[in-house]
């Protein structure tokens, strides 16, 4: 099983909503990442867990709330968005964070703010 | 800082061979990689290099040069569902070594 799932596939929320995206991957991997990316553009790293624990918060913005209960799930929780987030939400999975081993990622989820 | 550089678009015919360029200026090198992504859907791993030279996975094969700062995807034998963004990566060597990918070449195959 090489698939990293993510749900919802789309999400619609206005600005004052609380909601979240979830994660989950079952290769035993111990790195997970949280990933952005707007229409024509590359993926642009959010969040880094290893060991389930954060390592990497690239300056994002506190209503982007990131959690993994467990080392195969990673959440994101999400409130009071702006529009100019919404954008393809990318979660991806490594056996380790450390050279070599590739990223997995999982469909994404496509969130539109209104 | 970290600048990679790819062109932007490309096209080539079925059949055909076609090859995407990258450059890159990174705090230091720990590997180069290399993904598909087709419109609407996740990236998908092609290739790594980290070492000098040429990597071979059937009809797709990676170069590197660590000392050019260079490397390029060699698609041969081109198929329709060639077509997509092909983003290439590079991973630094110091803080948390987090991957970088640069803007992608989105390549256009036709019949």
């Known amino acids: 099983d090489t698939e990293v799932t993510q749900t919802p596939k789309h999400l619609v929320m206005g600005m004052t909503n609380k909601k979240s995206l979830k994660c989950e991957q079952h290769?035993?991997?111990?790195?997970m990442y949280w990933y952005k990316q707007k229409a024509k553009k590359p993926p642009e790293l959010m969040f880094v867990?290893?060991?389930?624990?954060?390592?990497i918060n690239e300056s994002v913005p506190s209503r982007f709330s990131p959690e993994c209960p467990n080392s195969s799930l990673l959440n994101l929780h999400l409130h009071a968005l702006q529009p100019e987030d919404s954008a393809l939400y990318l979660c991806?999975?490594?056996?380790?964070?450390?050279?070599?081993?590739?990223?997995?990622f999982g469909p994404g989820t496509r969130l539109t703010v209104t | 800082g970290q600048n990679i550089d790819q062109p932007t678009e490309m096209t080539a015919t079925e059949g055909a061979i076609v090859q995407i360029n990258c450059t890159y200026q990174?705090?230091?090198?720990?590997?180069l990689f290399w993904y598909q992504q087709h419109a609407g859907e996740a990236p998908t791993f092609l290739s790594y290099?980290?070492?000098?030279g040429l990597e071979e996975k059937g009809r797709f094969s990676s170069f590197l040069s660590r000392s050019k700062g260079y490397s390029y995807l060699l698609l041969k034998e081109l198929q329709m569902k060639d077509s997509a963004s092909y983003l290439c990566?590079?991973?630094?060597?110091?803080?948390?070594?987090?991957?970088?990918f640069g803007t992608g070449t989105r390549l256009l195959v036709s019949p």
């Open positions: 867990y290893s060991y389930e624990k954060l390592s």
């Open positions: 990566a590079v991973r630094g060597d110091t803080g948390f070594q987090k991957l970088v």
């Open positions: 290769m035993g991997h111990r790195a």
């Open positions: 991806a999975s490594s056996q380790d964070y450390t050279s070599g081993y590739e990223q997995y």
């Open positions: 990174t705090s230091g090198f720990n590997g």
């Open positions: 290099n980290v070492l000098d």
